[in-house]
């Protein structure tokens, strides 16, 4: 089992940045992968971002590309998200998650096997 902490987040104005960071303790295979999730209050959990940990390849959501971006840090078992030009529709809980399965696409909420604690993210406008 892969313990997740998420770190970052906070209050911030319209078009302001933040960068949230996830550490990952435990075993990670090297199909790893590790995304960012959000969920909005009185909404469903929605994928933003995810990086396979070996492979390097990035996935975003649409509402998100140009203005965010995900990275990894293998030494430290760590991905960050750099969150810029931010708006109040980005207000959310933020979720790290690591998918350890081959199977399954990277944006699905279900093909996901552990979840941070989450991290709250308050846009004001």
């Known amino acids: 089992q892969v313990r997740l902490v998420e770190s970052g987040g906070g209050l911030v104005q319209a078009g302001d940045s933040l960068r949230l960071s996830c550490a990952a303790s435990?075993?990670?295979?090297?199909?790893?992968?590790m995304g960012w999730f959000r969920q909005a209050p009185g909404k469903e959990r929605e994928f933003v971002a995810a990086?396979?940990?070996?492979?390097?390849?990035?996935y975003y959501a649409d509402s998100v590309k140009g203005r965010f971006t995900i990275s990894r840090d293998n030494a430290k078992n760590a991905v960050y998200l750099q969150m810029n030009s931010l708006k109040p529709e980005d207000t959310a809980d933020y979720y790290c998650a690591g998918k350890s399965s081959r199977v399954g696409n990277a944006v699905a909420v279900g093909n996901y096997d552990s979840w941070g604690q989450g991290t709250q993210v308050t846009v004001s406008s």
């Open positions: 990086v396979g940990l070996s492979s390097g390849i990035t």
């Open positions: 435990g075993r990670t295979s090297s199909s790893y992968t």
